[in-house]
């Protein structure tokens, strides 16, 4: 089992999301914990140990590497604002 760790701006990105999604998108980080690589996960391309997965028009920006078993949740946003600062 992965240990979940957040970036400190964590709760600041979730706090701007609607409430209706907040549930859901933190079950899909808690289940990155048992699944680091789970069914729609990409990797991003010209990134070292960064993935992506998707709910609904949100995005959930994580690192994790499998010696450590720590998965580092860098960034959650609307799709249009994601991958800006980077």
């Keep these: 089992m992965y ?3 957040y970036k ?3 709760e600041k990105d979730l706090r701007k999301l609607p409430k209706s999604a907040i549930k859901p998108i933190v079950k899909k980080i808690q289940a990155l914990a048992q699944n680091p690589r789970p069914n ?3 990797k991003l391309r010209g990134e ?3 993935y992506r ?3 609904t028009d949100y ?3 994580y690192s994790f590497n499998g ?3 720590v998965i580092f949740v860098i960034k959650i946003a ?3 604002d994601i991958y800006k600062g980077l």
């Design 40 to 42: 729609g996960s990409v």
């Design 8 to 10: 400190k701006l964590f």
């Design 48 to 50: 070292t140990n960064l």
């Design 67 to 69: 010696d450590e078993l």
């Design 53 to 55: 997965i998707r709910h």
């Design 78 to 80: 609307h799709r249009k």
């Design 59 to 61: 995005r959930i920006i």
């Design 3 to 5: 240990k979940i760790l």
